[in-house]
């Protein structure tokens, strides 16, 4: 596959938040919705072979007053194309209403009649440090954005990093992503489809404080934790496309392949209601309720609130335990 992408999403850990499906009525983008604003880090567009997502950058935050939420950003550009990023950099008055952010844009459809190397995805990424917007079209190589930008490869051959400072992350991932580059292949199993980066992307064995982990955990004031809350894996080209998703980072047993074509979607959502036994129905006393869900074969559960997904519909339900 020409382009592989991985994305790790660092967030407050107590921001809910839903797995990759398609979320929002009437656009078929398939990425992870953001409950609190409604906006996604990562969305793809299956029948346009694109994907588009967002990393927090370093800078002087938007005023509180005017403020929009960066997840809508990557559904603009998944949705629009990578025509959305010259736009949005041509208008600082939008850009100001957001923080700091670095938008990546891939679409395999956009270089294969234009480019010499037919099929090969046309990448942009527009960086946004809340005064000044950046373009930057990426060449066929190992990138490595964190927040801190564009942090690997070196952007001058005579120059180590193309900051003012290393990044750790950057300087002990950059090598190893560069040295084994899976296939990608849509048709195989998520360990033959991505080989030695499945290790990579479970945090090549750092510890969640280390300054160079991509899989990080830190404890703020007041109880909160900040830390890294999913995993995805992207991998793109023309007619193809593969989208994994891992819910806990660190824990290889949660990887799973996130089904793009609607028909996929709605029978694996049948699949899961069968092996799981469920049916649902209108509530028999007052139908304006909601639902009752029916759990027909024996779950032995601890007590407190169970989350669970039927069909593309999220429900939490209070048990006893048992």
């Not at 797995?19 to 953001?34: E, I, K, N, Y």
């Not at 949705?79 to 923080?99: C, F, I, R």
């Not at 046309?122 to 564009?150: I, K």
Request: hydrophobic share 40%; aromatic share 6%; net charge neutral.
């Amino acid at each position: 596959m020409p382009l592989l992408l991985l994305g790790v999403r660092d967030e407050l850990t107590g921001r809910p938040w839903q797995p990759p499906a398609r979320h929002w009525t009437g656009s078929p983008l398939v990425g992870g919705l953001d409950e609190q604003a409604g906006g996604t880090w990562l969305a793809v567009h299956p029948a346009e072979r694109r994907v588009a997502c967002i990393l927090n950058a370093r800078g002087p935050q938007a005023p509180p007053d005017t403020r929009r939420s960066r997840g809508e950003l990557p559904l603009r550009a998944a949705a629009s194309g990578l025509a959305a990023l010259p736009e949005l950099a041509a208008q600082p008055s939008v850009l100001a209403s957001y923080d700091p952010f670095i938008l990546v844009c891939a679409d395999a459809r956009a270089d294969a009649s234009a480019d010499a190397q037919a099929g090969r995805p046309a990448v942009l990424v527009l960086t946004w440090d809340g005064q000044s917007a950046t373009l930057e079209d990426l060449v066929p190589a190992t990138h490595v954005f964190t927040n801190a930008g564009h942090m690997y490869p070196a952007a001058d051959p005579q120059q180590c990093w193309p900051r003012s400072a290393p990044d750790a992350k950057a300087a002990h991932f950059g090598p190893k992503f560069a040295a084994h580059r899976p296939s990608g292949d849509p048709a195989t199993t998520i360990k033959d489809a991505w080989g030695d980066w499945l290790t990579l992307a479970d945090g090549d064995g750092l510890s969640v404080t280390d300054p160079a982990a991509i899989i990080a955990r830190r404890e703020l004031p007041h109880g909160r934790l900040w830390g890294s809350t999913s995993v995805s894996l992207v991998a793109l080209g023309p007619g193809r496309l593969r989208y994994d998703f891992q819910p806990v980072p660190g824990d290889a047993s949660t990887w799973y392949q996130v089904p793009t074509r609607l028909r996929q979607v709605h029978r694996q959502a049948e699949r899961r209601e069968d092996r799981l036994g469920i049916q649902e129905e209108r509530h028999p006393a007052d139908p304006a309720a909601g639902h009752l869900v029916h759990l027909q074969r024996p779950w032995r559960v601890p007590a407190g609130r169970v989350r669970f997904v039927l069909g593309e519909r999220r429900h939490a339900v209070d048990l006893p335990g048992g």
